[in-house]
């Protein structure tokens, strides 16, 4: 696996948030300082133990106070699952350190995921350095932390001037982190949990950002740079789609479900190439029964062949129809291997929610994009794709409903597949495409700030 010597440059234990979309990417920051000589061990829920599987990587279960998927409780509630993890997650991963403490490779450092930030106090405790790390883009993160010290009035006002953090692209209410505007009082503990990152970031050593230089960046003009101060060191995507420079890096590493793969391979594998729009909207897959319908209208109009990642509980809510109308040209599953997928020749682009680390990889695979944000940092994420990189479109709401109707879908479909607009977003595509392969290479932007944390290791901490 290792691109370099495997002489041990230090042991690092890494501190995931249990859910998918956090998983991912710091698994595969694992893998990257594994490749660089460095022990690492992954500190994570009992019941998220069992889903990470890769070489040469540790994995050490700690206690939320659960042990078994807690969202399945009746009731349950984001802030008091917070306090139970942090209180049985700070005791648990303590035992974890003190533990390595009497092997041949105690532990140099922490990397916490920024949504526990209670693992920088655990680091303190045990005189170790800690970095956090954020699995939102530098600009959603900047603009939170601007709203958790009073810079911008909480809630948003949807009549307010555009929010500005110098450096970087400017906001509209309506591309905010939903969780500090629309959603404000429907989601208040999700918000809580964005906002909670703040408070003691700053005395960490580092702090990680999943992108890389030239991503969100602008000149500033007059003054200097607002953005958080962050270490770049993404895109965290598997090697074998990026640099190659891991062997066999072909997945994460870690899947809290079972991808369909073999039958998603099989069924490309009968169609032109870039005629097929690859649908999902992230592992939660969260779609009103409204817009669930106007997706499906759009692609049943579209005529394109589609790849739909839509849960079995979903299809019953479809229009009458839809299923018998377009089997000739769709494939319907529960889930599957979105890397390798969009990495096909048949794909032609991705209608997608516009998480962060889904849009990620349709950047760093040049695949164009159509965004249908819901909610949290997607909105943001979506106007970026079509705004700032140009490589797709955001379908934008009408009406005041909070649905993107089937004709603006349709409209955003055709624009990235086909005319004078597709060639320009997929010239647009392979650019970002490449730069983002070029930042992970060896002396690359994001290649050389992982060096930088590895020298670190084992000397005082920082802070």
């Known amino acids: ?126 005189s170790i350095s800690a970095s956090a790390f954020f699995t939102n883009n530098l600009t959603v993160c900047s603009v939170l932390r601007k709203f958790s010290t009073g810079g911008f009035p909480l809630p948003a006002d949807p009549d307010s001037a555009p929010f500005l953090v110098r450096g970087l692209p400017t906001l509209s209410y309506d591309e905010l982190p939903s969780f500090v505007g629309r959603h404000w009082l429907s989601h208040a503990e999700h918000g809580k949990v964005l906002l909670n990152q703040f408070p003691n970031h700053e005395n960490a050593d580092w702090l990680f950002v999943n992108g890389f230089h030239g991503l969100e960046t602008q000149d500033c003009g007059i003054g200097e740079s607002e953005a958080m101060k962050a270490t770049l060191i993404g895109p965290m995507i598997p090697s074998a789609y990026l640099d190659e420079r891991i062997i066999d890096d072909e997945g994460y590493g870690s899947s809290l479900m079972k991808p369909l793969s073999e039958e998603c391979m099989e069924w490309l594998a009968t169609k032109p190439t870039q005629s097929v729009a690859f649908v999902s909207f992230g592992s939660f897959g969260i779609l009103f029964e409204k817009q669930l319908a106007e997706i499906a209208i759009a692609l049943q109009e579209s005529n394109l062949n589609f790849i739909w990642v839509i849960k079995e509980a979903h299809i019953t809510k479809l ?117 983002a392969v070029k930042a992970m290479r060896e002396g690359g932007s994001s290649d050389r700030s992982i060096n930088e944390f590895v020298e670190s290791l084992g000397k005082e901490t920082l802070r």
């Open 1 to 126: 696996m290792a691109e370099t010597a495997n002489k041990c440059k230090g042991h690092v234990v890494i501190l995931p948030y249990p859910v998918q979309g956090h998983l991912n990417p710091m698994v595969q920051f694992a893998k990257r300082l594994v490749s660089k000589g460095v022990k690492v061990t992954i500190a994570t829920t009992t019941y998220t133990a069992s889903s990470i599987s890769t070489p040469l990587v540790s994995v050490e279960p700690i206690s939320d106070g659960f042990d078994f998927i807690p969202i399945a409780i009746p009731g349950f509630s984001i802030d008091t699952y917070s306090e139970s993890f942090k209180l049985h997650g700070s005791e648990t991963l303590t035992r974890v350190i003190e533990k390595l403490k009497s092997t041949d490779s105690p532990v140099d450092s922490l990397v916490y995921d920024s949504f526990l930030p209670w693992g920088l106090d655990v680091a303190r405790s045990n």
């Open 319 to 435: 229009p009458e129809g839809f299923v018998e109308s377009t089997k000739d040209r769709a494939l319907l599953v529960s889930w599957c291997n979105q890397l390798e997928v969009l990495a096909h020749e048949s794909i032609g682009c991705f209608l997608t929610h516009c998480g962060w680390n889904s849009t990620l990889e349709g950047l760093s695979l040049g695949v164009p994009m159509v965004g249908v944000p819901q909610w949290s940092d997607q909105m943001c994420d979506a106007k970026f794709v079509e705004e700032v990189w140009k490589v797709g479109f955001r379908a934008k709401e009408k009406g005041g409903e909070g649905v993107v109707k089937s004709e603006e879908v349709v409209r955003c479909l055709k624009g990235v597949m086909e005319g004078e607009s597709s060639v320009k977003i997929r010239e647009s595509s392979k650019k970002w495409r490449d730069l």
